[in-house]
Every structure is written in structure tokens, then in C-alpha cells.
């Protein structure tokens, strides 16, 4: 098991941006696929962005372009870099980690507590 | 992308009783690596998503056995064997066998 914490979210203007940071205990990044999902105010989950064990990464469409997904292995923190903030982007920002078909499995699994992103003027 | 489609949408059981959430993917979820990619979340009020179920029926650590999930290819089901007041919140099958990863649209849960 995994322990992933947030952070690095809060209120930001259209346009905007901000790097949210997913600092893991108990495994390591690179051993991990550390995935981003965000939940909008009362709506369900909506998969982001991952970046693989071997440093391949993926976004959703609704992101790409926009946001950027890296990781410091010496800090064991992924960061999800979000670019072009829109209203639609408004959302809790969780990191989790699962495993995807077709690629060795992580070694662990986890779901962080979250970091909150509001876009507002 | 794989639409997961759940049914009941929301339930409302009696503490004690069984209850069942069905989860249907668009496409077959189990990968040629023999593994099949489906994943059962529970988001209680306030708090973030845990895992409750990987890979159809594996109990994630700490998880009670009174829950349980089942299926292949496409169908899939997760049981709860006696419903307790804590088990109240929403509850989400997710694929991973494809990307982008999806969820279903919630199930929510209640207790009468």
C-alpha cells in the first residue's frame, strides 16, 4: 500500500496556473503508474493524466495541452503542472495509483486525500 | 473510449440486508495478460474515494469481507453481504484496461 499526499492547490484566476505536488510514503513513484483524477463540485470522477513507471505520460482531452505531468524520483513527487485554468477546471485534484492493461503491474496501490483547485475571478 | 454504465444509479437498504451494484463496461476488460481491469471505489461523504476491490474481486487491504465483487468480460457486480451504516456513500466501478481510464456514474447508497 501507498500513501500519496496533495497539495499545492487554492484559488487562481482564469488564466491562471498552478503545480500540484503528490508526495509518496511507503512505495516509490517509479515503481508506480501515479495517476491524476479530479471530481467537480458534486459530480462524479474524471480521470486527468498518468505518467507510467518507464516515464511515459498520458492526458485526458479535455486537458491536454494545458497541463503537464512530471515527477522528481529523489523527492518521490509527481506533479501535475496546470496551465490555462478555466471554470471547467474547478475541482478536487486527488493522485492515485492503479494499475493499466498491457504494462507490468505497480507495486502498489492508493488514492491520495486530495487537493482543491477553485478557478474564479 | 469504454463507457461503464452502473445500475441501481442510487439504493436505499436496510442495515443487515444484501446489497448488489452492477457495473457493464462497452468493451471486454480482461486484457491477454489474463488480468481484467476493473476496480471498485466507495467515496463516503466528505472524504476522498477508497479502494474497496481491484482486478474484479481482489479485497484491497482492510477491506471487510463483507464485500465482495464478481464477474468477466464486460459484467460485473459488487456485493455488499449485510450493509452496515458506514458503508453510506457513493460507490464507483473504474477501467483501467484502456486509455483513458473511466468511471461509471456512481452508485449511491443509503441506509433506511
Known amino acids: 500500500e501507498v500513501q500519496l499526499e496533495e497539495s499545492g492547490g487554492g484559488l487562481v484566476q482564469p488564466g491562471g496556473s498552478l503545480r500540484l505536488s503528490c508526495v509518496a510514503s511507503g512505495s516509490t513513484v517509479n515503481r508506480n503508474y501515479v495517476s491524476w483524477v479530479r471530481q467537480a463540485p458534486g459530480k462524479g470522477l474524471e480521470w486527468v493524466s498518468v505518467i507510467y513507471r518507464g516515464g511515459h505520460t498520458y492526458y485526458g482531452d479535455s486537458v491536454k495541452g494545458r497541463f503537464t505531468i512530471s515527477r522528481d524520483n529523489s523527492k518521490n513527487t509527481v506533479y501535475l503542472q496546470i496551465n490555462s485554468l478555466g471554470a471547467e477546471d474547478t475541482a478536487m485534484y486527488y493522485c492515485?495509483?492503479?494499475?493499466?492493461?498491457?504494462?507490468?503491474?505497480?507495486?502498489?496501490?492508493?488514492w491520495g486525500q486530495g487537493t482543491l483547485v477553485t478557478v474564479s475571478s | 473510449d469504454i463507457v461503464m454504465t452502473q445500475t441501481p444509479l442510487s439504493l436505499s437498504v436496510t442495515p443487515g440486508q444484501p446489497a448488489s451494484i452492477s457495473c457493464k463496461s462497452s468493451?471486454?476488460?480482461?486484457?491477454?495478460?489474463?488480468?481484467?481491469?476493473l476496480y471498485w471505489y466507495l467515496q463516503k461523504p466528505g472524504q476522498p474515494p477508497q479502494l474497496l476491490i481491484y482486478?474484479?474481486?481482489n479485497r484491497f487491504s482492510g477491506v471487510p469481507d463483507r464485500f465482495s465483487g464478481s464477474g468477466s468480460g464486460t459484467d460485473f457486480t459488487l456485493k455488499i453481504s449485510r450493509v452496515e451504516a458506514e458503508d453510506v456513500g457513493v460507490y464507483y466501478c473504474m477501467q483501467s484496461i484502456l486509455l483513458p481510464p473511466t468511471f461509471g456514474q456512481g452508485t449511491r447508497v443509503e441506509i433506511k
Open positions: 492515485a495509483t492503479f494499475d493499466y492493461g498491457g504494462n507490468p503491474p505497480g507495486d502498489a496501490l492508493g
Open positions: 482486478e474484479i474481486s
Open positions: 468493451q471486454s476488460l480482461l486484457y491477454r495478460d489474463g488480468k481484467t481491469y
